[in-house]
């Protein structure tokens, strides 16, 4: 039987994990902070006291953490991933990054004989939760079709896209996608809000329209009551912004919309909100 | 029984007095060019010479034009609405119009003893074809009373929205949302394809995800084979969100996403696509 | 000798009038409130009862107040402009304003037998003061050489630029271009104190380079100290770049820098910083 | 006496070394081109065989080349910068870069056991051939000091901002103000053009107002003429833009204004433009 290793317990990853144990697989998990490990170990798993003992322990470890700068230092570091990788121990990564990470990655991974998959993932917390991701998955095409049963029971639907760094790029982009349409909803709403109309009668007509969406009836109610319990933080969003921006730059493709929905995003990023769930950036719309 | 008038048989009003005509209404039409009406006119609607006759001859008249000016012009001009309307002889005004329009338009019929409904639509050609428009009503609450039973044959919804101005707002706003959230499925396409990603599977995995929705199925065909046939002509999404600007520089709220994807709209207005559906937003974007 | 009408003693008008005064001219002067008159009374002018006294009263008066709608109620109100304009009682509007406000007031004029000439002006407070303002003149041409003498003591350059309306486009454009000049000044101060460079250095450093302009130099000491006595308040400014934004709808001319910009006074505005100087547009940036 | 190198003979470069030259300094250049060293030679200079064979011959060598990855390749590929500095062999850094860069030379230099300085000029060609650069350095003090006279020789001021890294953040800065600057200038032209005034007009009258400044003269004439001889590269310009995006990504400084300024200048360059001078932005704008 496959035994998983599982690095970073963020909401997106302890969820995760989760199901991987309820399933009945040998998991063995590690977070920056060993407190962040409780939940799981309860459950069942069994914890590695650093990325490099998961890594050498599994048979494939998944990392779910924040930003290219999170996935570098669990790799890099002492202790990291890449003194623990080689032949039959690999490695898939499931954080949102920007595709030279990946495949910088690939690289070093493939140099020590491990293989590399990166899978970042749409769907935040709830998704996370009910085993219903879809995974963009991208690089070793043996390892995806190895680890086909776990994405599976992760998730709803997993593609594969090419090489190393072809899954950041469509991750990215679909964040992009996402982000700025709800700061065009939040504009729409101040701008509701402040003509007399009724909030929660915007939110029904467009759910009745071309635009209806899981998102806007998910982050309706937030948007309407102004409380936001983080499920996608900000800061991650605008962290995709800044990649997507990133990206735009290197491929010189202009994205006019996309830029200044980033601009908001980090206005609210400034102004302190980065751990609120990304729907917060109404607050500095409204 | 009730005689319905309509004045004009663009791609829109002609499939909604169709709608009225099969269903067994006595229908007068009217058009600014009179071989508009001939299709309605073989499905049994009778022809009128000019707004003033048809107000005067029907119980309700609708109307359906492209923009502010053109309501003015089909109101005040000689043979037109006003002439026409007074007690018994009501107007319904289903044009995308701005609040201040539609306030004067009502105050204007009351002086005549003539009732005003504004009752814009959300939903373009095709559920209009399939009277599944939804109708954003405000004014004379005993008028939309009265024509429930019209509005039940060419939409799937009606709402109240109260006095006259209020269904502007709220229409001016929705479409201010979905053609920002189009600008930015636009931008994230021009990305994807620059990233050597296929356009089809970014559609795929967004229809896969939280900002899954009709329109991005709808028009993603279009963005892909760069066909426009017109749907809802990118002229009038533009004057939507020109009227939109207008709102909120009234109102004082910022709507820096919005005011950024008109002007994306505005660019692929004066390089000529007016009249393409305003998806071909991509054209200018890619 | 002449006899010069002024309405509107704000901060512009007051400064002009006065200069007239100065210069040995007969000056008949208006305010909304009366007591912002007393200053030109005291200087030697007259004052009068009404637009329309004013206007009756002198050969040919000068209007500077804060909007079109401001210039719609002197003009059209009971006791306005309209009513004392005639043969030999020309009207020259100062405010800046829309152009089909302008062609719309040539037009009442001239059925009145009454000259009309627009001409708003660039400069604020203190060229105001110091008779240096820059007149842009359109409509009648024998009345602008008429008044070239007043508007020699008023400023330092009068340009005659064609029909009515046409100075006012002018005008637009030149603010909107100021504005957005000063917006991308306060966000590339506000970057320079976060990357803990000192500002008073980026200013020295711009002065010495190819943007080096008065308006950097004017607004360098309030940007540093943030305070922002009002020699142009932020409101008319807002609505400048409102009514530029109508005009390039009305032309089919994107202007997307122009249009964030104008966001961003929209703020300012919203945050209640209207009678500030523009310059306090700077608060809502940092 | 002090022998200069310098590295990099484009328009900038071949500038400021002609004028080492000419005041009669020792000066050996290189080019990655060996022919752009061929002015230079005619006047006096010798000519090095590579960055190495420069930087080890001469005291103190200057460098100017495009971007963060120029500046890389001539210091860290085979025969370069770093296998030539060392005591006595110093490193002044001309090349507009972002900060992380600088630092990184710095640090790197410092091993080696070479004095770093990074010097970004403001000003484009005519004051690279005039000597009027303003230099913006950072980094080793003593080392400025040193240099005065050959940054006395090559510019009209010069400034010291402190430890590697601040001057290119200034530099950014102000080349982002700029940018953004003319972008607004070639939007109001546009706008000005489409309502039938005259361009020329419009920059004389801004030429007498509060944003006079000596780019809006320089690149006036360009703009009517739709002329954009290369002073300073669309390309360069568009990587300044995207530098100082990085920057305020990295502090977290929202700048809306210079990110959809910078979104032109893409699509300018998207469209082919990078080679003409920076106001060639004009063309996607009208």
Redesign the interface.
């Known amino acids: 039987m496959t035994t998983y290793g599982f690095l970073g317990m963020g909401i997106m990853g302890s969820a995760m994990a989760a199901n991987l144990v309820r399933a009945g697989n040998d998991v063995i998990v590690w977070n920056r902070t060993p407190e962040g490990c409780a939940p799981l170990v309860e459950m069942g798993a069994s914890m590695g006291v650093s990325p490099r003992d998961v890594v050498s322990t599994a048979d494939v470890t998944f990392a779910m953490v924040s930003d290219p700068a999170a996935v570098e230092e669990i790799c890099r570091g002492p202790e990291g991933v890449f003194e623990g990788a080689g032949p039959g121990h690999d490695l898939i990564d499931c954080s949102t990054v920007d595709?030279l990470t990946s495949e910088l990655l690939a690289a070093e991974l493939a140099q020590r004989g491990a293989r590399f998959l990166e899978a970042p993932v749409?769907?935040?917390k709830q998704p996370a939760i009910d085993g219903t991701l879809?995974f963009?998955a991208a690089g070793e095409r043996s390892l995806y079709d190895d680890v086909a049963p776990a994405l599976d029971i992760m998730g709803?639907?997993h593609?594969f896209?090419g090489r190393a760094g072809?899954a950041s790029?469509?991750k990215l982009?679909?964040n992009?996608?996402?982000g700025?349409?709800l700061?065009?909803?939040c504009?729409?709403l101040?701008?509701?809000q402040?003509?007399?109309?009724d909030g929660a009668?915007?939110l029904?007509?467009?759910d009745?329209?071309?635009?209806?969406?899981?998102?806007f009836r998910?982050k309706g109610a937030a948007l309407l009551s102004q409380e936001y319990p983080a499920s996608f933080p900000l800061k991650h969003m605008q962290k995709d912004f800044?990649l997507?921006?990133?990206?735009?730059?290197r491929?010189?493709?202009?994205?006019?919309?996309?830029?200044?929905?980033?601009?908001?995003y980090?206005?609210a990023?400034?102004q302190g909100y980065g751990d609120d769930d990304f729907s917060v950036v109404f607050e500095v719309?409204r």
Chains 1, 2, 3, 4 share one sequence.
């Open positions: 595709d749409t769907g935040t879809v963009l709803k639907l593609v896209l072809m790029r469509m982009i679909i992009a996608i996402m700025s349409t700061a065009a909803l504009e729409g101040a701008l509701a402040k003509s007399e109309l009668q915007l029904e007509l467009l009745a329209g071309a635009v209806s969406n899981p998102m998910g800044r997507t921006s990133e990206l735009s730059e491929l010189g493709q202009p994205i006019p919309s996309i830029a200044v929905a980033n601009e908001t980090k206005r990023l400034a719309v």
